[in-house]
């Protein structure tokens, strides 16, 4: 290969997540609260993004619009080059259930479902047969070290337990985006960091991920940290300097 013809910068790939100028205002009046201001943000396949903050600076808010769990006051967010703000409900349905792996902070597992189904559900609701969706279920359970536990409900497993259910079911099916909201607060720090290690194999497997951590160590497995503060974007922080060559080298 010529390298006259090799560009000294390859250009970027689109992003798997685009934020673009979002603000979201909960209430009104008296009782308005400006959750998020103005965030701008960018995340690309293969990228893991933390983002860090206090509590109340709008870090599950960004991250519910991310998911087209919710739908900001102004501003854009396109996932995969669809903008969902534009998109109708079914398509932003079809995009979540695709391409949207979602860790909640409570874990909303369904009750009535063993770990292994609400892990296979979203695959089966994707469409593939009961029999591969339970197969790729428990394989996704061994992985995080929980295969004895394929046939317990919620309510017989412990918090951190649930936790893992919760990451394995927005990790099935090799889903694109996947966010996660404090995805190891009920964990141990072993099993954190192996949850964390689950999710940069993900993403350097080419999935776009952003993670919403308090703990500064988690936010060593990121390849850039942005912190948030009142609803707005304050720092980011570059973990690599491959990362820059994401940002058109403009990035230190
Ligand atoms: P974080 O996840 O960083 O703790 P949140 O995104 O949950 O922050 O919240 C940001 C701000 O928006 C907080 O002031 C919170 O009280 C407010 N907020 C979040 N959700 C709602 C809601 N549904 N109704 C009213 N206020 C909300
Ligand atoms: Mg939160």
Known sequence: MSSQNTPS????????LLLEALTRV???????????RGIDLAVYPGELV??????????????????????????????EGTDLTAASRKQVAALRRHSIGYVFQDYNLIPALTAAENVALP??????SSRSARREALALLAEMGLEQLADRFPDEMSGGQQQRVAVARALVGDRRLVLADEPTGALD????????????NRCDAGAACVLVTHESRFATWADRVV???????????????????LTGGTAQ
């Open 189 to 200: 720090s072993e099993t954190a960091e192996a949850v964390l290690a689950l999710l940069r």
């Open 26 to 36: 909960h209430g009104s009046g008296a009782t308005e609260v400006q959750a998020l």
């Open 227 to 245: 912190l948030v503060r009142d609803g707005s974007v304050v720092d980011i922080t570059l973990r690599s300097s491959e990362a820059s060559l």
């Open 123 to 128: 695959r089966e609701l994707d469409g593939i």
């Open 50 to 79: 933390a983002v860090m903050g206090p509590s109340g600076s709008g870090k599950s808010s960004l991250l519910t619009l991310a998911g087209g769990l919710d739908v900001p006051t102004s501003g854009r967010v396109v996932v």
């Open 9 to 16: 910068t390859p250009p970027a790939p689109p992003p798997v």
